[in-house]
């Protein structure tokens, strides 16, 4: 099975100056590249009308020809703008099948192997937050960012793989809480487990301090000049594993990571 993550920046250009390219055509290039199986998705926007209304992991599941998708918002609202924690009826995972009727941001998978069920886990957010860089037109600029709910979307696989797809946490040793977190909670589920996405932990910490081992090895961060690991593939089995390599798109802020994984 062929998997990527990608943290898409809710569809924004990798240089700011720049207009945004095409979330459909992006995704679609880089499909076709691999022959992906499996995406994992975040900062995924749903009916926000900084991206044209739409949701944007309808697009992805479209523009790769996945016929099963799920979607976990974290916030409603735009992160940054201003956003609420969703209530416990707003605490879903909304599939091919489900109304989006909601204007919320948060991630997915989109996933050509069949479903056979979805799971979904709210983590912690911090209590404070840090100064980030915001894209303007005029470049990027430092803006304090409280910390948001962050959560998990987790689809057991028919071939026999449990696949989580996170994004944690911007503030240091906070997300390495979340992720032992969700380490924990994998336990309980069956099958060959992964962990995938934008876990914001740089220098190789999840496998040099937990039992998961990273199947990529990349620099994904920022985009335009990567000096940082970001984003993985970590398994928890042992599983072969090849690194998929592809061109890199003018989409985003972070590179995309791919693997292809088997028994």
Same mark, same amino acid.
């Given at each position: 099975?062929?998997?990527?993550?990608?943290?898409?920046?809710?569809?924004?250009?990798?240089? =700011? %100056? /720049?207009?945004?390219?095409?979330?459909?055509?992006?995704?679609? $290039? *880089?499909?076709?590249?691999?022959?992906?199986?499996? +995406?994992?998705?975040?900062?995924?926007?749903?009916?926000?009308?900084?991206?044209?209304?739409?949701?944007?992991?309808?697009?992805?599941?479209?523009?790769?020809?996945?016929?099963?998708?799920?979607?976990?918002?974290?916030?409603?609202?735009?992160?940054?703008?201003?956003?609420?924690? =969703? %209530? /416990?009826?707003?605490?879903?995972?909304?599939?091919?099948?489900? $109304? *989006?009727?909601?204007?919320?941001?948060?991630?997915? +998978?989109?996933?050509?192997?069949?479903?056979?069920?979805?799971?979904?886990?709210?983590?912690?957010?911090?209590?404070?937050?840090?100064?980030?860089?915001?894209?303007?037109?005029?470049?990027?600029?430092?803006?304090?960012?409280?910390?948001?709910?962050?959560?998990?979307?987790?689809?057991?696989? /028919?071939?026999?793989?449990?696949?989580?797809?996170?994004?944690? $946490?911007?503030?240091?040793?906070?997300?390495?809480?979340?992720?032992?977190?969700?380490?924990?909670?994998?336990?309980?589920?069956?099958?060959?487990?992964?962990?995938?996405?934008?876990?914001?932990?740089?220098?190789?910490?999840?496998?040099?301090?937990?039992?998961?081992?990273?199947?990529?090895?990349?620099?994904?961060?920022?985009?335009?000049?990567?000096?940082?690991?970001?984003?993985?593939?970590?398994?928890?089995?042992?599983?072969?594993?090849?690194?998929?390599?592809?061109?890199?798109?003018?989409?985003?802020?972070?590179?995309?990571?791919?693997?292809?994984?088997?028994?």
């Amino acid at each position: 099975m062929k998997v990527i993550s990608w943290n898409i920046f809710n569809g924004q250009a990798a240089n =700011p %100056t /720049e207009p945004a390219p095409d979330l459909a055509e992006s995704v679609a $290039s *880089l499909i076709s590249q691999t022959g992906c199986d499996l +995406i994992a998705v975040q900062e995924v926007d749903e009916n926000q009308s900084r991206s044209g209304n739409v949701h944007q992991l309808e697009i992805v599941a479209k523009a790769m020809g996945a016929e099963h998708w799920g979607y976990a918002r974290a916030v409603i609202g735009t992160p940054g703008f201003g956003w609420r924690r =969703p %209530t /416990e009826s707003e605490k879903t995972i909304q599939t091919e099948t489900d $109304s *989006l009727d909601l204007t919320g941001y948060g991630i997915g +998978i989109a996933s050509r192997v069949p479903v056979k069920a979805w799971h979904r886990i709210d983590l912690p957010a911090s209590w404070f937050g840090i100064a980030l860089a915001y894209p303007t037109d005029k470049g990027f600029r430092l803006k304090y960012a409280k910390d948001e709910p962050r959560v998990a979307v987790i689809a057991e696989l /028919e071939n026999g793989f449990t696949v989580a797809a996170t994004h944690l $946490s911007f503030v240091p040793f906070w997300n390495y809480f979340q992720l032992l977190i969700l380490s924990k909670k994998m336990k309980s589920l069956p099958g060959k487990h992964l962990i995938i996405g934008d876990i914001n932990l740089p220098w190789n910490i999840p496998e040099r301090f937990t039992s998961w081992r990273s199947l990529v090895a990349k620099r994904t961060f920022p985009v335009y000049k990567p000096s940082l690991q970001f984003d993985y593939i970590l398994a928890k089995e042992d599983v072969r594993a090849r690194e998929l390599a592809f061109e890199s798109s003018r989409l985003s802020d972070h590179l995309p990571i791919g693997a292809e994984v088997d028994f």
